[in-house]
């Protein structure tokens, strides 16, 4: 469901279920697939890259300075927390008991872990076409 959502077709189901898998569900139930955040790791370097590669063809150039302010801003916690709220993408977060009843599935902190895995699992698998479609929607 997660996928179809998305619209990515994929052969690594298995991909997509470790980048919605958070440490605390992956600890309780020794989850083979692992949990998300290498997976985070590599999806903040493509979403650090799509958005500087779009601000460098900005019509009006930016200076370097604004350029890393904007992209900090765009990039930052509630931002993605907020898109993936927009894309009604908590619903297949993998959350461990204590984290779920802390309300672990709202907060920013671990929605922005999600779909910077997300975006990595997708670059991982399909390269920056997917990325693209997902991030200017």
Known sequence: MLLENLGIKTNNFKL??????HTS??????????????????????????VSERMMRLQQPLSEGKMTTLRA????EQSLAEYTR??????FLKLG????KTGGRDRDSILADMFEALLGALYLEAGM?????????
């Open 16 to 21: 997509y279920q470790r980048a919605v898998t």
């Open 97 to 100: 008991m204590g984290e779920e």
């Open 25 to 50: 569900y992956a600890n309780e139930h020794n989850f083979e697939n692992g949990h998300l955040e290498r997976l985070e790791f590599m999806g903040d370097a493509v979403l650090q890259v799509w």
């Open 129 to 137: 076409d997917p990325i693209n479609n997902i991030l200017t929607e």
């Open 73 to 76: 801003q765009l990039v930052c």
């Open 86 to 91: 927009k894309l009604n993408l908590a619903q």
